[in-house]
């Protein structure tokens, strides 16, 4: 089954840069939507970016177009989140899931895909 984990996370001033990795183990590549997510404390979980490596898809929330780039390398089976110009509502725990690219409940996007696998997070702290 697919596991993920985590790493990068740590303290950052603003305007610094940090870069999050996922190591993802026990899943085709092709067969999965890869996200970033995160949650501030008292917030829901909100989507951050999200690939499909077959076709080199991305999706951005619009609070973070332009500073953060997500990217795959399925020889290394490392999903990343390259983090710049980092603001303090950027602070937060960044998750990273998994979500089949197949079946009736995905359309073709992965923003809108079922997330049901997840790491245990990496902390982000930006002050």
């Known amino acids: 089954h697919v596991q993920l984990v985590e790493s990068g996370g740590g303290l950052v001033q603003p305007g610094g840069s940090l870069r999050l990795s996922c190591a993802a183990s026990?899943?085709?590549?092709?067969?999965?939507?890869m996200g970033w997510f995160r949650q501030a404390p008292g917030k829901e979980r909100e989507g951050v970016a999200t690939i499909y490596s077959t076709t080199e898809s991305t999706y951005y929330d619009d609070s973070v177009k332009g500073r953060f780039t997500i990217s795959q390398n399925n020889i290394k089976n490392m999903v990343y989140l390259q983090m710049n110009s980092l603001k303090s509502e950027d602070t937060g725990m960044y998750y990273c899931?998994?979500?089949?690219?197949?079946?009736?409940?995905?359309?073709?996007?992965?923003?809108?895909?079922?997330?049901?696998?997840w790491g245990q997070g990496t902390q982000v702290t930006v002050s």
């Open positions: 026990g899943y085709n590549p092709g067969d999965y939507c």
């Open positions: 899931a998994a979500a089949p690219s197949y079946g009736p409940s995905y359309d073709g996007n992965c923003w809108r895909a079922e997330y049901h696998v």
